[in-house]
């Protein structure tokens, strides 16, 4: 029988140790006679290895070691320690430090000798490397206690287990590493540690390593890119998450903004041109701008304020491109740049396009509802009215390659956002318009169906004088005027022409308003109901009104909990709208 090993060798300086079993004759055949009597031993002890191994493994993996150790008392040299005992040759140390089985983990370690916690799995990892990519720091400590060297053996594609841990961002096995030794880490493990640091956000560990090796801000990964490149492609909000506070309560910068201020001064001191760092391998200034890190721009331009004026192979500056993706933060910092702002924004493209024309064409997404799709054209009105206070007057009305003015661009571009608009508002005024009238013609044959009666002489109401009957006139009266008027409001918007200056105030305000009429129409119709229980039922025990008065309230909840986002939606467009029409003159004028 061939050796049971437990894994290949990845490391040439670390070959794989193999265990020798005791031999199975496979070569006896199961014919008759008294032949089956020969072969039964060779085959009994077959089954017995791998019974064995299946019942280690299950005793690796729930941790029970009562069991492991019935086992091993009928291995008296500990082969069944030192042998692979899954389809993955992995050793009952691999099988237990993957299941995180600690005390388990330890009283193997204790039978085991140092070079038994080098052996590897099929994919060449031992079970520290497991251990590292865990992250499971206290088996991790217990076998370097054992085998100091574990730090030292690379595993699945000759990595270390500190880069594992790493590239699996466990960050606490990372740091419990690094700070053991780092005599073995070459300069090419120090520069794959650190990029691969960014790119999981362990900007701590990343920090630790640049302090020790400042020259790494200017090194490239395998991609060509430096730090600076990696950093631009982050979110702007890793550079200003939650701060801590150090003993003396001064509040301390968040780890990328660290790590991205020491980048940035090791450039300095090593006197490269920020200008060429940018543009190789790609333009870092354009990634960031289109993916809206603002905090990294800001960052960059305070230091190097030359990079305003940077512009990509189509002629676009950083504010060109935040246009162009909706990158309003971004595009924002253009008010910081003082008085290069008005040049930049005169700027046009290799298309005749100022930042002008990119705001009114500003995307060509299609928005997921009409909602978002009114949303989106006020966004990109406020988009346009700051553009053109940048513009001289005389450059608001130039015409691009294809000849149209930003305002013509701007109209052009809207065609199928105003038609679903215009869809979505007709369907919910319908809709609303309808609720409104059930609730009108509902309270309206309420008021000449008193509670109680009236009196059969003169027709007034017997109940007259009780001061419920007098909450449920009022209330009956609001709820059939409210309705009313409400749907008076969404009438308006189904005879409306639904132009585009309409979606930019009168719309919005005309459905708010139908909206909140309905909700009060709703409110004053409960209480109505609920003054007649009252008045009917008054003699009765109060706890049957009080319920009906409690499920009443129900669908007055439910209003306010489904209508609330499109009532805040409305709101937000209107209070923007304003700015819009403090422009007297030039594009926003209508």
């Known amino acids: 029988m061939e050796p049971i090993t437990a894994g290949s060798a990845a490391d040439p300086e670390n070959p794989a140790r193999t265990i020798e079993l005791p031999e199975i004759d496979e070569s006896a055949t199961f014919s008759q006679g008294s032949q089956n009597q020969n072969d039964a031993p060779s085959r009994s002890h077959e089954i017995s290895i791998h019974s064995k191994f299946a019942a280690l493994n299950s005793s690796a993996v729930n941790g029970d070691w009562r069991e492991a150790k019935r086992l091993l008392r009928d291995d008296p040299q500990l082969v069944l320690l030192r042998t692979a005992i899954t389809e993955l040759q992995e050793t009952a140390l691999h099988v237990a430090t993957g299941e995180r089985q600690v005390y388990f983990v330890v009283k193997l370690i204790n039978l085991m000798k140092p070079e038994d916690l080098t052996l590897r799995d099929r994919n060449g990892n031992t079970a520290f490397c497991i251990a590292a990519a865990d992250g499971s720091i206290q088996i991790a400590n217990v076998m370097l206690e054992k085998n100091k060297n574990l730090l030292t053996i690379r595993g699945f594609q000759n990595m270390l287990p500190l880069f594992m841990a790493v590239l699996l961002g466990k960050k606490e096995m990372s740091m419990f590493l690094y700070g ?46 430096t730090a600076l490149h990696v950093l631009g492609r982050k979110p702007s909000s890793i550079f200003n998450q939650q701060v801590k506070f150090s003993r003396n309560q001064e509040s301390i910068p968040a780890p990328a903004l660290q790590l991205l201020n020491r980048v940035r001064n090791a450039t300095k001191q090593h006197f490269v041109d920020i200008k060429d760092l940018t543009k190789y391998s790609s333009n870092l200034l354009f990634d960031a701008a289109r993916l ?13 304020p030359s990079l305003v004026h940077e512009f990509d192979t189509k002629g676009r500056s950083i504010f060109h491109v935040a246009i162009l993706h909706r990158q309003t933060s971004v595009f924002n910092l253009i008010h910081k740049i003082g008085f290069h702002k008005e040049i930049i924004a005169a700027n046009v493209d290799d298309d005749g396009n100022s930042m002008l024309h990119l705001a009114a064409k500003y995307s060509d997404q299609s928005p997921e509802t009409a909602l978002s799709s009114a949303a989106l054209e006020m966004q990109k009105e406020l988009i346009i009215f700051r553009v053109e206070k940048l513009i001289q007057p005389s450059l608001r009305g130039a015409k691009n390659a294809d000849g149209l003015t930003p305002r013509e661009l701007f109209a052009s571009d809207h065609t199928s956002l105003q038609r679903s608009g215009a869809l979505w508002m007709n369907n919910t005024a319908t809709s609303c318009s309808l609720v409104a009238t059930l609730i009108a013609t509902v309270v309206f044959a309420a008021a000449f169906t008193v509670p109680g009666g009236a009196d059969g002489k003169t027709g007034t109401p017997i109940l007259l004088k009780k001061t419920l009957f007098r909450v449920f006139a009022i209330s009956d009266a609001i709820a059939l005027s409210s309705s009313s008027f409400s749907i008076l409001m969404f009438l308006s918007i189904l005879t409306s022409g639904y132009t585009q200056s309409q979606f930019y105030r009168s719309l919005p305000l005309k459905l708010m308003i139908g909206l909140l009429a309905l909700f009060i129409s709703i409110l004053f119709m409960m209480i109505t109901f609920s003054s007649t229980y009252f008045l009917l039922h008054h003699d009765q025990s109060l706890c049957i009104p009080t319920l009906t008065v409690v499920f009443v309230s129900v669908p007055i909840s439910l209003f306010v909990l489904l209508q609330y986002p499109l009532l805040r939606d409305m709101f937000h467009l209107i209070r923007r709208s304003g700015f819009l029409f403090l422009s007297k003159s030039g594009f926003l004028s209508k």
């Open 292 to 304: 809206g890190n603002s905090r990294f721009l800001e960052e960059l331009i305070r230091s190097y």
């Open 180 to 225: 053991l030794d780092t005599f073995y880490l070459t300069s090419q493990d120090r520069t794959g540690l650190f990029f691969q640091s960014i790119k999981n956000d362990l900007y701590d560990f990343a920090l630790r390593l640049l302090n020790d090796k400042p020259e790494l801000a200017l090194y490239r990964d395998e991609d060509e890119d």
